[in-house]
Every structure is written in structure tokens, then in C-alpha cells.
């Protein structure tokens, strides 16, 4: 009983302090952009985002003097993503993480062993700022850029904080913690599903405190981790809670239309319906499922069936363009290059808001020499560079994400070009599908008043494929500008036919 008093004291004064501190933040636009699809979203690991890996064996050795990404060597890069058109960085979670029953050197991000404090892995040991302040100052960074920032709230708890607080977690027969799917390295919180015994348990009150927290280092919003985990009474409380301490502060809710079932037979599973009805303002949609779509049809049945689940509430509502997320194999590993390219151009055309994994852009497949090999040197109870195949790092203190080539970067400013130029129709025009002779090309129409933008995809990475295609709105009198084209191609009248290679892409404009 006094333990809990002492804990509900500490409690009182965390909430107090970050009452007092959050009066001069108390705004921010990001829901805005969001539910009009403005955010340019890039997700980034703080541990690897700069990281200095000098003898390239892509870990990093201190005992030779390299450095892991910190808040503080991050904000030199801050120039790059603004320069690309990114107005919104989503952080991998950035609270500590646990080291025993670990996977990696370094242990997950998503192994949470505290609710309110910044994991000390991510700071600058040079520096004369607490660790609080020099995630603050990042923060501060980001926004003099017009940057807006979502940090990751984990959804289960590392075994190192069951330790410490068994009371917050679900427990077998036998009082050992319940180990939620097949995620060995961290254990299920036991929610409370109901208002009254919610709003007075501890682990609602240690999320109030995180929420608090992140509000007062200068966070606009979170990305809720396997969102689908917790009730609704929960996710509705808790985003009332941060809107009254911050007016436009984003939830991002990890979820999609294909998951159908929970994580665990334990685990709740509130469907993105219902987290949409608790206030979350977006969601992943099922666009990582375009690896499976061959046809016209496909893309354009997630489209339309994102266009009329959105319309259901008040409030306005979007999605991520989900096509690579750190839980996704790389697509350059699943399509190569052209595969990249088809994504860019979905990201920058469709209606929803582009989200890119640090390094995808640069070329990185996420193929790491180092993995599963016995390391020379731990920091958690692991003695092996756990990694998940194609996917960025989240687990050893590893390289900077990134490759030699160009060639995604390069495709990316270009599409950004366009959607900034005609930035109203990408956000609020119409989708249009075209048809066309070949339901393998991907054929779309995006238009709004006079104008209109054309993306012609050939969706077949191994044969060319040939494609005769309607154009609406298109007379002698239009002005037609072309962004990408191909040399066998003919536009006449309203009508265009090709002979598109394996990923062709042809863009262009109408006014």
C-alpha cells in the first residue's frame, strides 16, 4: 500500500511539472496537415540515423572511437530532410530499453523500460544538456525547419520493467508475464477495459505521464505501436487527455483493413474502425499489400474502400502510404529499383500521406553483414546481432541507413517537384482510374478544376506490356506536359497508346 502511495505521489508531481511546463506548448498544425494530406512523413531510428561507422563493418565499435546516432549529431541532417520535402519526422521509440531477455546488442526500441525518461543510447555523452534537453533541442531544431515530430509510443513493456512492476502486466497461472505473439523480448500490459477501473490504474496514469512527457520535450503527435492492442475506452481517454494539454496533436494509429484478428489470444483487438471512432486521426491502410497487386483493380479497390471508410466520421481522417514501414521487407529486395520507383510515385500521386523508412531513399536494402553472428561485444543478454531480414536495424548499434546509389533519390525530388506544383489537386482533387486494354497497367487520373495530373505504371516488373489508354479532359486546346515519358509512346486526341518496358512509368500534366 505505501509503495503505491509513493508511486501516486511521484505521479502527481510528473503530471504537475509537465502542466507547468507544457503552457507556452500548447499547439500545433500537424493534425491539419495530416487529415489534408500534407504531412511528408519520413520514420527514422535516432540510434542509426547518423550514425559514424569509420571502419565500415557496419557496426559501431566505441573502443575505436565511432558514435551511434544522437539527438544532438542528428540535427545536422535536419538541412537534408527539409531539402527533400519531408515536414514531418516520425521517431522509432526513443524511451529505454530493456536488456534482459533482449534481442540485439543494443536491445529493441520497442522493448520499453520506462515510461518517462529518454533512452540514454540516444544522447550525446560530450554534451552539457540532460538527456531531456538535448531530445528537446532536437525537437526545437526540427520545428525552426517547419518539421513537425511523432514519437513512437511502444506497445508492450521490456521484461526488465516487469521486473521492476509486475503489477502493470498480464500474468499466466503461474505469475510468469504473458509473452504476446511470438515477441520474445517484450511482455503484454494488462488494461483495464472499463472507464472506472481505467482512469485509476497505474498503467493508464504511466501513459498520461509518457504522453505528458513527449508533450513538453515539443512532440506534435504519436504513432501508436500495434494500436489494435489496447480497448477503446483506453486509446479514447488517453488521446482526450493529450488534446487537452495540446490543441492539433496527431495519433497515428498502427493498424490496417487486413488486420482482422489480435496479436495474441490474450490481447484486445480493437479494429481500425473503432480506433478511428476514438479519435485516432489516421491509420496504415493496406497499402504494403502492393507487392500482391498485379492489376488495376487492386489499387483501385483500396482506394475507393480508403474514400468511403474516411467519409464515415466527423472528424476528418487519413492514411500513411504504408508501402514500406520498418515491420516491411525491403522493396528492393522484394522488386528492386523499378519496384522502388512505382512506390515513390504512389507515394507523391495518391490520396494519402507519403511516409518513407530512413534509407529507403538512399538505396538501402537493409542486408546487414553483421546478422545473427556472436558480437565481440554486448550491451544487453544477447550475444548475437539479432536483426529482421530487409528491414532497417532496431536492435545493435549499426550503420548509418543508406547506399552508394542515387537513383530513388533523384526519382523522389522529382515527384516532389510535381506534387508541390500542383499540391491542390495531389490533396484534393478526384482519383480517377483510366481505362485501359491491360488491366496489368496501372492507369489513374488525378484532377481538380482545370487540371489534372496522369500516372501510367506498368505494374509487370519481368514483361513489357502494351496499353491503349482513354485521357479525360484532354482537346486540342490542352496543354500537356509531360514528367516522365517513354520513347514508345503516342498521344493523340484523348488517347494514348504505349509499348511500356518491365516498370515503365509515364507522368504528365493537363491544364
Same mark, same amino acid.
Request: with cysteine; proline share 4%.
Given at each position: #500500500?505505501?509503495?503505491?502511495?509513493?508511486?501516486?505521489?511521484?505521479? #502527481?508531481?510528473?503530471?504537475?511539472?509537465?502542466?507547468?511546463?507544457?503552457?507556452?506548448?500548447?499547439?500545433?498544425?500537424?493534425?491539419?496537415?495530416?487529415?489534408?494530406?500534407?504531412?511528408?512523413?519520413?520514420?527514422?531510428?535516432?540510434?542509426?540515423?547518423?550514425?559514424?561507422?569509420?571502419?565500415?563493418?557496419?557496426?559501431?565499435?566505441?573502443?575505436?572511437?565511432?558514435?551511434?546516432?544522437?539527438?544532438?549529431?542528428?540535427?545536422?541532417?535536419?538541412?537534408?530532410?527539409?531539402?527533400?520535402?519531408?515536414?514531418?519526422?516520425?521517431?522509432?521509440?526513443?524511451?529505454?530499453?530493456?536488456?534482459?531477455?533482449?534481442?540485439?546488442?543494443?536491445?529493441?526500441?520497442?522493448?520499453?523500460?520506462?515510461?518517462?525518461?529518454?533512452?540514454?543510447?540516444?544522447?550525446?555523452?560530450?554534451?552539457?544538456?540532460?538527456?531531456?534537453?538535448?531530445?528537446?533541442?532536437?525537437?526545437?531544431?526540427?520545428?525552426?525547419?517547419?518539421?513537425?515530430?511523432?514519437?513512437?509510443?511502444?506497445?508492450?513493456?521490456?521484461?526488465?520493467?516487469?521486473?521492476?512492476?509486475?503489477?502493470?502486466?498480464?500474468?499466466?497461472?503461474?505469475?510468469?508475464?504473458?509473452?504476446?505473439?511470438?515477441?520474445?523480448?517484450?511482455?503484454?500490459?494488462?488494461?483495464?477495459?472499463?472507464?472506472?477501473?481505467?482512469?485509476?490504474?497505474?498503467?493508464?496514469?504511466?501513459?498520461?505521464?509518457?504522453?505528458?512527457? #513527449?508533450?513538453?520535450?515539443?512532440?506534435?503527435?504519436?504513432?501508436?505501436?500495434?494500436?489494435?492492442?489496447?480497448?477503446?475506452?483506453?486509446?479514447?481517454?488517453?488521446?482526450?487527455?493529450?488534446?487537452?494539454?495540446?490543441?492539433?496533436?496527431?495519433?497515428?494509429?498502427?493498424?490496417?483493413?487486413?488486420?482482422?484478428?489480435?496479436?495474441?489470444?490474450?490481447?484486445?483487438?480493437?479494429?481500425?474502425?473503432?480506433?478511428?471512432?476514438?479519435?485516432?486521426?489516421?491509420?496504415?491502410?493496406?497499402?504494403?499489400?502492393?507487392?500482391?497487386?498485379?492489376? #488495376?483493380?487492386?489499387?483501385?479497390?483500396?482506394?475507393?474502400?480508403?474514400?468511403?471508410?474516411?467519409?464515415?466520421?466527423?472528424?476528418?481522417?487519413?492514411?500513411?502510404?504504408?508501402?514500406?514501414?520498418?515491420?516491411?521487407?525491403?522493396?528492393?529486395?522484394?522488386?528492386?529499383?523499378?519496384?522502388?520507383?512505382?512506390?515513390?510515385?504512389?507515394?507523391?500521386?495518391?490520396?494519402?500521406?507519403?511516409?518513407?523508412?530512413?534509407?529507403?531513399?538512399?538505396?538501402?536494402?537493409?542486408?546487414?553483414?553483421?546478422?545473427?553472428?556472436?558480437?565481440?561485444?554486448?550491451?544487453?543478454?544477447?550475444?548475437?546481432?539479432?536483426?529482421?531480414?530487409?528491414?532497417?536495424?532496431?536492435?545493435?548499434?549499426?550503420?548509418?541507413?543508406?547506399?552508394?546509389?542515387?537513383?530513388?533519390?533523384?526519382?523522389?525530388?522529382?515527384?516532389?517537384?510535381?506534387?508541390?506544383?500542383?499540391?491542390?489537386?495531389?490533396?484534393?482533387?478526384?482519383?480517377?482510374?483510366?481505362?485501359?486494354?491491360?488491366?496489368?497497367?496501372?492507369?489513374?487520373?488525378?484532377?481538380?478544376?482545370?487540371?489534372?495530373?496522369?500516372?501510367?505504371?506498368?505494374?509487370?516488373?519481368?514483361?513489357?506490356?502494351?496499353?491503349?489508354?482513354?485521357?479525360?479532359?484532354?482537346?486540342?486546346?490542352?496543354?500537356?506536359?509531360?514528367?516522365?515519358?517513354?520513347?514508345?509512346?503516342?498521344?493523340?486526341?484523348?488517347?494514348?497508346?504505349?509499348?511500356?518496358?518491365?516498370?515503365?512509368?509515364?507522368?504528365?500534366?493537363?491544364?
Amino acid at each position: #500500500m505505501l509503495k503505491r502511495f509513493l508511486f501516486l505521489l511521484v505521479i #502527481m508531481g510528473i503530471l504537475f511539472k509537465a502542466s507547468a511546463d507544457e503552457t507556452t506548448i500548447s499547439k500545433t498544425d500537424l493534425r491539419d496537415l495530416f487529415q489534408n494530406n500534407r504531412s511528408v512523413i519520413y520514420a527514422l531510428n535516432i540510434r542509426t540515423f547518423n550514425a559514424n561507422d569509420k571502419n565500415g563493418n557496419e557496426i559501431i565499435d566505441f573502443y575505436e572511437g565511432e558514435t551511434p546516432g544522437s539527438f544532438i549529431n542528428a540535427i545536422d541532417r535536419l538541412d537534408e530532410l527539409k531539402s527533400l520535402g519531408i515536414n514531418t519526422i516520425h521517431l522509432l521509440p526513443i524511451t529505454p530499453v530493456g536488456k534482459i531477455k533482449a534481442l540485439g546488442t543494443a536491445g529493441s526500441l520497442y522493448a520499453m523500460a520506462d515510461f518517462a525518461s529518454i533512452n540514454l543510447q540516444l544522447i550525446e555523452t560530450q554534451s552539457d544538456l540532460s538527456p531531456k534537453n538535448q531530445a528537446k533541442k532536437f525537437i526545437d531544431e526540427c520545428h525552426k525547419r517547419d518539421i513537425r515530430v511523432i514519437v513512437d509510443l511502444p506497445s508492450c513493456g521490456a521484461y526488465d520493467l516487469f521486473i521492476n512492476r509486475p503489477d502493470l502486466f498480464l500474468q499466466n497461472e503461474d505469475g510468469s508475464p504473458y509473452v504476446p505473439s511470438d515477441w520474445a523480448d517484450v511482455r503484454l500490459f494488462n488494461v483495464p477495459d472499463t472507464f472506472d477501473e481505467l482512469v485509476k490504474s497505474d498503467i493508464f496514469i504511466l501513459h498520461k505521464i509518457f504522453v505528458s512527457y #513527449m508533450i513538453n520535450i515539443g512532440a506534435d503527435g504519436i504513432r501508436a505501436d500495434v494500436a489494435t492492442i489496447k480497448p477503446f475506452i483506453f486509446w479514447k481517454e488517453l488521446i482526450k487527455f493529450a488534446r487537452s494539454k495540446k490543441e492539433g496533436f496527431l495519433f497515428l494509429a498502427e493498424a490496417s483493413e487486413n488486420w482482422t484478428k489480435p496479436a495474441s489470444d490474450k490481447a484486445y483487438f480493437t479494429d481500425y474502425k473503432k480506433l478511428l471512432e476514438a479519435g485516432f486521426d489516421g491509420y496504415y491502410g493496406n497499402y504494403f499489400d502492393l507487392k500482391n497487386w498485379h492489376k #488495376m483493380e487492386d489499387l483501385t479497390l483500396a482506394v475507393e474502400n480508403q474514400k468511403k471508410q474516411l467519409k464515415k466520421y466527423p472528424e476528418k481522417k487519413s492514411v500513411i502510404g504504408s508501402f514500406e514501414t520498418h515491420d516491411e521487407i525491403s522493396p528492393l529486395l522484394i522488386g528492386g529499383e523499378k519496384f522502388s520507383k512505382i512506390i515513390i510515385w504512389l507515394n507523391a500521386l495518391l490520396p494519402l500521406n507519403p511516409y518513407y523508412v530512413d534509407g529507403f531513399l538512399q538505396g538501402d536494402d537493409y542486408s546487414y553483414d553483421y546478422a545473427y553472428k556472436k558480437a565481440d561485444e554486448t550491451y544487453t543478454d544477447d550475444e548475437y546481432y539479432y536483426v529482421h531480414k530487409g528491414q532497417i536495424d532496431i536492435f545493435n548499434f549499426s550503420r548509418k541507413p543508406g547506399s552508394d546509389s542515387d537513383a530513388l533519390l533523384n526519382e523522389h525530388k522529382l515527384a516532389m517537384t510535381l506534387r508541390n506544383n500542383y499540391l491542390d489537386i495531389v490533396t484534393k482533387g478526384k482519383f480517377i482510374p483510366l481505362s485501359t486494354d491491360n488491366e496489368k497497367i496501372f492507369a489513374f487520373q488525378r484532377i481538380y478544376g482545370k487540371k489534372s495530373i496522369i500516372a501510367i505504371i506498368n505494374r509487370n516488373l519481368i514483361n513489357s506490356e502494351t496499353v491503349k489508354i482513354q485521357i479525360k479532359k484532354l482537346n486540342k486546346k490542352s496543354k500537356i506536359n509531360f514528367i516522365k515519358q517513354i520513347k514508345d509512346q503516342n498521344l493523340k486526341n484523348a488517347s494514348l497508346s504505349a509499348k511500356m518496358r518491365p516498370g515503365d512509368i509515364i507522368i504528365f500534366t493537363i491544364e
